[in-house]
Every structure is written in structure tokens, then in C-alpha cells.
């Protein structure tokens, strides 16, 4: 009998359906969540989906929204998912509830329910390549039930999570084949030596204004040989005389000083250049730098040190700490190799610019360099309250 059972069991795993969902061929997708009402599940996964998107620097190709099969408009969203999504961390703006509208369904390449009924609800019967649940993104055909009825919040978030990420990796794929399909031009790989400091900036700068570095770097290369192209036809003549006067009256200003590399910089106030990074990543709860010092203080708060192996460990574990979570493409490696600094009793040598460093390490323990520990303090609410 027992071996009969387990034969049976067996057999309805082989027969289990796949989900199969077709990768599209897009440069831009359009997303619709949907729930019962648009005041728990649906503006959950709306906002967390966002996060996940703008984290991943996809913010300007997805376009996401949410709405209810049955919505009230003079309904906002449920408390219960306000403190769930303050609880961890996912920026979001309270709404009044929106009714799903049949137009939807053209304007939207994604629409994704929560349960089989919203499906049905939806479909009206007929078949659809755009009416997902949002748990087939991770190879789980099942329902994310409401917490407004079971008050299980924390179990529908991490469902959700779940089958965001998932989608995620799903929007991954779909532009990686609008890529190889819509190649509009023969792409290829540069490589250059970048100061590390520069770098770190450019990085932050491309966070803050949620753009890619292939883009930025085109319309840089775009503009420089266009300059270029203006100076061989003769057309830069004035504003080439124009730089070599300001170059000159530069060479005499006395402010101008000679730093220890031998290249010229302007004097600056380090104290204010700290505080200014630090308040910035302070700020910044998608930013990987933030996740990163959040990880160094959790790491203490476990294991009374910080060390590279526990920081990363923490920033790879999402189910348990995704506050400081970061995303495997994102690469905590050459963020935390951006933010260290081979140090001297925590103190920056060679006179190298401290700007974006924070950490040294001392027999395979990190520690907080001397020059940031005050501002560090100053602002550690900001990294502790996950």
C-alpha cells in the first residue's frame, strides 16, 4: 500500500504542469498587478516591484501600476501593508484604490493576479498570453491569498517578494532577447582604467538619475567625436581659443594647488566631502553602498566584528535580511572594493583622496577609517533601523 502511495505521489509530480511564459521581444514592458480591491496585494507587489526595478537601473523601460477587480476609489491603501512595507524599507505613496478597466488588457503586456478567481474575473472565459498569477514567475502555479482576512502580512509579502524577483529575472530575459533580435547596431566591449574615487561617483550619479552606464557612455562618445568632427571643419575655432584663454588664467590663480600625485586640484574641505557621501548613502535605501554599510553594522550586532565573508553572507541572504539584499548582477565585490582603501591605523596615506572610502581591514576584520568614524556615528540611525 505504502509503496503504491509513493508510486502515486511520484506520478502526479512527473505529470505537474510547466509553466511555461513566453519571453517576449520588447525594448519596454508594461506591467498591471492586480487584486480584489487595490488596497493590499496588488499595490504591495506595485511598489516592491518598483524597488526591485529601479534597483536593477530598469526604471526607465518597465512601467508599472496596480488595480482591483472590485475597487473602491474612496478606499487607500491597507495599514497592515503600510507597516509591512515601512517594515522593510520599500519607498511608496499611499493611493486611493483603482478599478480594473477592460482597456487594460491592450495597454498592458503583463497582467498579473494574485489568485485563480481575479484570473477568471479578468478573463471572462476566454484565453489570454497576458494573464498571469504572479507566483508562475517563480514555478509556483498558487494563490497569494489577502492578509486583510488572515492577517498573515509578513508571509503574502515574502510570496510577493518572491515572485517579484522572479519576474525580475523574467524582465532580464526579455530584454536580453529584444537585444539580440532588434540589434539596430553591431555592439562591442571597452575597457579603460577609471581612478577609483571618479568612478565611485559616476556610479552613485548613475543610481540618483536611474540611467545605465552603455547609454551615458554613448552619449558621451557621441558628443566627443561630434566636438571633434566641429574642430577638424574648423567650426570650434572660437570656442578652442575661449578654453586655451581660461586654461591660461587658470595656470596663475594662486588657489590652485599642487597635489601629492602631481596633477592640479582644487582645495577642498574634507570634513565636508565625508559628511556630504555619508549623508547620501544615508539617504539612499536602493543604493548598494547603503546595504553595504548596513551589513558591516549588522555584521558587528551578530558577530561582535565585521568581516568581508559576513557582510557579503548578509547581502545574499534575501529572505532573511532583504533590506540588505543586493541583486547578483549588481556585484557586492567591486562595490565594497570601490568603498575600501589600503589604510595605515585607519587613516588614508598618500594623501589619496578619502572621497567614497569608508573602510580599511586589519587581520581579515573591517573597520571604519579614522577621518569618516564621526560621521558614520552621526548618522547610524539611518543604517541600523532595518
Known amino acids: 500500500m505504502e509503496k503504491n502511495t509513493e508510486a502515486l505521489q511520484s506520478k502526479k509530480k512527473i505529470l505537474k504542469p510547466k509553466i511555461n511564459i513566453p519571453i517576449l521581444s520588447k525594448s519596454e514592458v508594461k506591467i498591471m498587478f492586480v487584486c480584489d480591491g487595490n488596497i493590499c496585494c496588488s499595490p504591495m507587489a506595485e511598489f516592491i516591484m518598483k524597488y526591485l526595478v529601479n534597483c536593477a537601473g530598469l526604471s526607465k523601460k518597465v512601467t508599472i501600476h496596480s488595480s482591483g477587480c472590485f475597487a473602491d476609489p474612496e478606499e487607500i491603501m491597507d495599514q497592515g501593508a503600510v507597516k509591512e512595507l515601512h517594515r522593510h524599507q520599500i519607498p511608496f505613496i499611499k493611493t486611493n484604490a483603482t478599478q480594473f478597466e477592460e482597456s487594460n488588457c491592450d495597454k498592458y503586456d503583463y497582467i498579473i493576479c494574485m489568485t485563480y478567481e481575479q484570473i477568471r474575473t479578468l478573463s471572462k472565459g476566454r484565453r489570454s498570453n497576458k494573464i498571469w498569477l504572479l507566483l508562475d514567475f517563480a514555478g509556483e502555479h498558487r494563490n497569494i491569498f489577502d492578509p486583510i482576512f ?4 509578513s508571509d503574502a509579502y515574502s510570496l510577493i517578494y518572491k515572485g517579484c524577483t522572479a519576474l525580475l529575472e523574467h524582465l532580464h530575459k526579455i530584454f536580453a532577447n529584444s537585444n539580440d533580435i532588434n540589434n539596430e547596431s553591431k555592439k562591442t566591449i571597452l575597457s579603460a582604467s577609471i581612478n577609483e574615487d571618479l568612478l565611485l561617483r559616476f556610479e552613485t550619479a548613475l543610481t540618483l538619475k536611474h540611467e545605465t552606464i552603455d547609454r551615458v557612455l554613448e552619449r558621451f562618445i557621441e558628443k566627443y567625436t561630434s566636438d571633434a568632427a566641429k574642430i577638424l571643419s574648423g567650426g570650434n575655432k572660437k570656442s578652442k581659443t575661449a578654453q586655451t584663454t581660461r586654461n591660461h588664467k587658470n595656470d596663475n590663480k594662486n588657489e590652485v594647488k599642487q597635489s601629492v600625485s602631481g596633477t592640479l586640484t582644487e582645495p577642498i574641505n574634507e570634513s565636508e566631502v565625508i559628511e556630504q557621501f555619508i549623508r547620501k548613502w544615508a539617504a539612499g535605501i536602493s543604493q548598494i553602498n547603503n ?3 548596513k551589513a558591516y553594522f549588522k555584521s558587528i550586532e551578530l558577530n561582535g566584528k565585521a568581516t568581508v565573508e559576513n557582510m557579503k553572507e548578509l547581502c545574499s541572504n534575501q529572505k532573511e535580511y532583504p533590506s540588505l539584499y543586493i541583486y547578483k548582477n549588481n556585484g557586492f565585490d567591486n562595490h565594497y ?14 594623501g589619496k583622496n578619502i572621497d567614497g572610502k569608508i573602510f580599511w581591514e586589519s587581520d581579515q576584520e573591517v573597520k571604519i577609517l579614522t577621518a569618516v568614524e564621526p560621521f558614520l556615528e552621526k548618522y547610524k540611525s539611518h543604517f541600523t533601523n532595518n
Open 150 to 153: 488572515n492577517g498573515k502580512y
Open 291 to 293: 546595504r553595504i554599510v
Open 337 to 350: 572594493r570601490q568603498m575600501k582603501t589600503s589604510s595605515v591605523n585607519g587613516r588614508v596615506k598618500n
